[in-house]
């Protein structure tokens, strides 16, 4: 588990590819199996964003905007975070994973300021 928290994302990469070359099951399978609660999700997520960030991200926007109500903090929070970073490829992985652009979900999700505030962002990079 140190390993998770100390090295670099290629480094991290690599040894999940050896992992699961070596064990022949993923690093996801072994913390579902050896881990519950919070330290489990919490160990998924991270694996999740080291095997694909842009994925990751989007699929958190996702959730955040499905169903009933908008998730508005973690909209703010991936939005305003990642807007200098990889909002761009975020956005090309949100549509090709789920056939709508962010923005297009953004306006059927939130409304007034706080859906133009988002768009702008959005739209800035």
Do not use: W
């Amino acid at each position: 588990m140190k390993i998770l928290i100390t090295e670099n994302f290629p480094h991290l990469q690599q040894v999940l590819n050896d992992y699961e070359q070596i064990t022949g099951h993923s690093i996801e399978e072994a913390i579902r199996n050896e881990f519950s609660g919070d330290m489990k999700e919490g160990l998924i997520a991270l694996v999740k964003n080291i095997q694909n960030q842009p994925g990751y991200f989007a699929f958190e926007l996702f959730q955040a905007m499905k169903g009933l109500g908008t998730n508005d903090k973690d909209l703010i929070r991936i939005i305003v975070s990642r807007s200098e970073i990889d909002l761009t490829l975020i956005k090309q992985q949100y549509e090709q994973s789920y056939g709508q652009s962010l923005a297009d979900s953004i306006k059927s999700e939130c409304s007034g300021s706080f859906r133009d505030t988002l768009i702008a962002i959005i739209k800035g990079n």
